[in-house]
């Protein structure tokens, strides 16, 4: 196996990258990096802001390693992983920012990531980085709902530019509350993500967090779909995407706290009653 240098050539990259190869990398209590990089043969010491987690799904090693070194150079915090199955596996865990994605994968396809990917988590930002490069294919692409398509070989400076681009226009989570509040007979302590009634303790996750909160405040209004899936979710405003997402955090809280407080408005949304 090549090392960096070999990796970038293979990206489309024809000049040395020597200089762009991390030899160590320290997190300081989560808010800062500090990475040392060989520039001709100097260590530099680096300090820049946390980046993004972003996870690379790519069968092709050198071009799975050197996509990761670019991110990691510009501060992000890439995984990479082979398969298909495990990128969709990994992409839904909601952890990552943005998923880079290839198309000819070992197991699913591509595109099949992107569909299955896109029903569940409207709001997640997705890179097709392939070599398939036809009309047909990149139409493909952006109907399995792909935000951006970019074909092989690339520059390096190309592929960070769309990163970034992305990043930028994602739409972020809303942001957790800090304060408890009562959701019906529950009481939400958002910093533990834990409901609590007569003894009883149901754990739930940012995004329910979220989720409730929303409806709390907005107590007797029906709030949309399309509202959650922009202020929970974090989809763009402008976007235009068909999911029962929405629908099934709804009955997945139902099922974990038992209480009707939440009313179905048929074809408008959701109310909290309480």
């Not at 699913?108 to 890179?127: E, H, N």
């Not at 036809?134 to 952006?142: K, N, P, V």
């Not at 958002?190 to 929303?214: C, N, Q, Y």
């Amino acid at each position: 196996m090549g090392g960096p240098s070999d990796r970038i050539r293979l990206l489309g990259e024809t000049r040395d990258r020597a200089d762009l190869v991390c030899k160590r990398t320290v997190n300081r209590g989560g808010a800062m990096r500090a990475a040392v990089y060989s520039r001709s043969g100097t260590p530099t010491l680096l300090i820049m802001s946390a980046g993004k987690s972003i996870l690379v799904v790519e069968d092709e090693r050198p071009i799975r390693e050197g996509v990761c070194d670019i991110l990691a150079y510009h501060g992000h915090q890439p995984l990479g992983v082979e398969t298909g199955d495990d990128g969709l596996r990994e992409a839904l865990t909601g952890r990552h920012a943005l998923v880079v994605l290839d198309v000819m994968l070992p197991g699913m396809s591509g595109f099949d990531v992107c569909k299955r990917l896109r029903d569940d988590s409207p709001a997640q930002a997705i890179l097709m980085l392939t070599a398939r490069g036809g009309e047909d294919d990149i139409l493909e692409g952006f109907r399995c709902g792909a935000d951006d398509y970019v074909t092989k070989p690339f520059s390096v400076a190309q592929l960070v530019a769309r990163v970034e681009a992305l990043l930028r226009r994602c739409g972020s989570e809303a942001p957790v509350p800090e304060e408890p509040f009562s959701f019906g007979a529950w009481q939400i302590d958002p910093t533990a993500r834990a409901a609590t009634r007569s003894g009883a303790t149901a754990i739930l996750t940012a995004r329910e967090v979220a989720l409730l909160a929303l409806l709390h405040g907005e107590r007797g209004r029906i709030v949309s779909r399309r509202r959650l899936l922009i202020e929970v979710w974090g989809m763009p405003s402008g976007a235009d995407v068909q999911t029962r997402t929405v629908d099934m955090h709804i009955a997945k809280l139902r099922k974990k706290l038992s209480d009707e407080a939440i009313e179905t408005v048929r074809g408008e949304g959701y109310r909290y009653a309480g």
